[in-house]
């Protein structure tokens, strides 16, 4: 059998088996899983901090799935460690959000340890002079928020500012 031949009958064969596969369902919109879900402390500081933010006449801060991504990973790592730091296992914040997959143009982070709650944690921040700059800062417009618990139930605080490159 000629090569052409062979060809031609194995494309008729791909035809025969695409044409009796079922019609393929249109695209789904996000599925569940592809949402950003947030916990109810994790919103608690996005909506302080934006609130903050509006005091001081700035826009508020959007959460990014990349930046909760970074956020999250060092507030577990952290937890995990019992150690608060910007610096575990020789990453920096800039590191960890690259590592997220985010392409930034500026990058901050603010850590803390044992508030009980949002507010206690932005009164902290706030009370702090890097710390406040990092929130209100015009130059952000993302955020990633975490907060994780130790083994003793102490809690370990993360927000992850960032512009992306090019926006």
């Given amino acids: 059998m000629s090569r052409v031949c062979y060809t031609l009958l194995l494309l008729v064969g791909v035809v025969a088996v695409a044409a009796a ?3 393929k369902a249109p695209p789904k919109k996000a599925d569940k899983k592809d949402e950003l879900v947030l916990s109810k402390d994790e919103q608690g500081v996005i909506d302080r901090t934006n609130a ?3 005091k001081a006449d700035l826009p508020p801060l959007k959460a990014n799935p990349k930046l909760m991504a970074a956020a999250r990973g060092h507030g577990d790592n952290m937890a995990k460690q019992d150690k608060l730091d910007h610096v575990l296992d020789d990453k920096m914040p800039a590191d960890r959000v690259k590592d997220a997959g985010y392409t930034y ?11 009980k709650d949002p507010a206690q944690v932005l009164e902290a921040w706030m009370n702090s002079e890097g710390h406040r700059a990092n929130i209100l800062n ?3 417009e ?3 928020v975490a907060v994780a618990r130790n083994a003793k139930g102490e ?6 500012f960032g512009k992306q490159l090019g926006k």
Wanted: proline letters at 7%; zero cysteines; aromatic letters at 14%.
């Fill in 52 to 54: 903050e933010r509006n």
């Fill in 138 to 140: 015009k130059e952000f």
């Fill in 105 to 115: 143009a500026a990058v901050g982070e603010n850590v803390a340890w044992n508030q």
């Fill in 21 to 23: 596969q079922p019609p």
């Fill in 142 to 144: 993302e955020i990633g």
């Fill in 155 to 160: 809690r370990y605080w993360v927000q992850v």
